[in-house]
Every structure is written in C-alpha cells, then in structure tokens.
T-cell receptor, first 115, second 113 residues
Framework: GAVVSQHPSWVICKSGTSVKIECRSL??????MFWYRQFPKQSLMLMAT?????????EQGVEKDKFLINHASLTLSTLTVTSAHPEDSSFYIC???????????FGPGTRLLVL | QQQVKQSPQSLIVQKGGISIINCAYE??????FPWYQQFPGKGPALLIA?????SEKKEGRFTISFNKSAKQFSLHIMDSQPGDSATYFC????????????FGTGTKLQVIP
C-alpha cells in the first residue's frame, strides 16, 4: 500500500497555544483526505473530510474554527489545533483516499498532549 | 449513533487457537467492509476487506465471513500467534459521497504462548 507520513509523531504544548500537524502521502496522489481522532482505548472518530482545493466538511460536534484543515495539494494536508486545551489531548490520524474504497491509506498518527 | 457494533471488547486466545471477532452494521448502503489491525502508538493498517457479493474471503490465516441478510460479518484468525496481539477494528463504508470509513469499537486481542 501507499506510504503516508505524519509530522510530528508526538507533540507536547501548553494550553492556549496552536499546534500544526502535517500529513504527507509519499507515493500516492489523493483527492480526498480524512482526519480522525482517537482517545485512549477508543475507536477512531472521523473529524473532517476534505477534497484538494476545497473547504473541509466537518462531522457534527467538531468545531471547524478550532480544528483548521488545509488540503494544499494531492499529497499534503495539515491539521491545526488552535488554542489547544487539555481535552484536545488525543491521537490524531490522517488518511488519504484515492479513486476507490480499496485505496485508502492511514498515517502513523500524531500524539498530542496539551498541558 | 454507532453504525458498526463490534464484539468482544477484548479477547485472550492461546497460541495456535482461533480468534473470532464479530461485527454488525445498520446502514444497508454500506458496500465495503475492511478490517484494520492497529498496534499501540501506530495508525491502523488494512488487514483484509470484503464486499457483500461474496460470503467469505480468505487471505492466509485471516478469513472474513459475511452474512448480508443478518447484516453481520466476522474476522477469523487461524493459528493465532503472539505477533497477532493488537487491536482489531471492523469498518464499513459506502461507495457514495466521500466514501468515508466508519469504524467499529475495536477488539483488543492478546495471544498468549
């Protein structure tokens, strides 16, 4: 399958600061990106979906002004957690999708800890 | 609304045994059912997937059984090994729209020697 990278792999920040997470597809061009959040011992919950060059579509209950998504190109997407608070501490996972359901690949995740 | 229900929450199996994880879905528009394996601190990796036009798919030690009328599907891991110890998620998506994946609640599998 395709290789997806996330940077950073983990980040610790102070409450009130903003954190940017970068997701890159190294060998795959994708029109659609997904961002998931996973709390400890829980499942992956979809936060938002975006197509390259378009605004992201957020799931119910996810604050679009807090979680800024930029899908700059077919191989790069960023998630910015603005004014982070301790309750935003979680494991954030990106996913690229190609032309079919079979071509969806997940990144290794970014662990965010907000103090 | 939990659209994909998964059980059991945790499972302990002896090495060489069969691990069985069950899932049920509600949305009849789902037409693609993947299973993912996730190790601690890592992203999920696709293990095996099935479409509803077949009742069973086998890849190595991993088999998916699918019952369309009951809206249920299951993962069987034959000859389970300690290296299989991980969290397994069933999932579902449909071919319309963004084809976003809905995950089950997860099963933590531990294979003991």
């Amino acid at each position: 399958g395709a290789v997806v990278s996330q940077h950073p792999s983990w980040v610790i920040c102070k409450s009130g600061t903003s954190v940017k997470i970068e997701c890159r597809s190294l060998d795959f061009q994708a029109t659609t990106m997904f961002w998931y959040r996973q709390f400890p011992k829980q499942s992956l919950m979809l936060m938002a979906t975006s197509n390259e060059g378009s605004k992201a579509t957020y799931e119910q209950g996810v604050e679009k002004d807090k979680f800024l998504i930029n899908h700059a190109s077919l191989t790069l997407s960023t998630l910015t957690v603005t004014s982070a608070h301790p309750e935003d501490s979680s494991f954030y996972i990106c996913s690229f999708r190609g032309t079919s359901q079979e071509t969806q690949y997940f990144g290794p995740g970014t662990r965010l800890l907000v103090l | 609304q939990q659209q994909v229900k998964q059980s059991p929450q945790s499972l302990i199996v002896q090495k060489g045994g069969i691990s069985i994880i069950n899932c049920a879905y509600e949305n009849t528009a789902f037409d693609y059912f993947p299973w993912y394996q996730q190790f601690p601190g890592k992203g999920p990796a696709l293990l095996i997937a099935i479409r509803p036009d077949v009742s069973e798919k086998k890849e190595g030690r991993f088999t998916i059984s699918f019952n369309k009328s009951a809206k249920q599907f299951s993962l069987h891991i034959m000859d389970s090994q300690p290296g299989d110890s991980a969290t397994y998620f069933c999932a579902a998506s449909h071919s319309g729209g963004y084809q976003k994946v809905t995950f089950g609640t997860g099963t933590k599998l531990q294979v003991i020697p």
